[in-house]
């Protein structure tokens, strides 16, 4: 591979890991399982809480 040709390519390489830097992230962060649990577990809290204030307000 002639000189010019190499230095071309680092160059086009670098220009591309800069373009996907500054793009936007396509894919949604990463959740443990653990946080999926306890965010499960906030949830059911919530809706239960919540159910029982409407069947408060009923009676």
Do not use: C, F, G
Request: no cysteine.
């Amino acid at each position: 591979m002639n000189r010019r040709k190499k230095i071309k390519q680092l160059l086009k390489a670098h220009a591309k890991k800069a373009s996907a830097k500054l793009a936007p992230a396509s894919k949604n962060s990463y959740v443990s399982k653990a946080d999926r649990l306890k965010l499960a577990a906030q949830a059911s809290e919530d809706s239960t809480t919540s159910s029982e204030e409407t069947v408060s307000d009923h009676v």
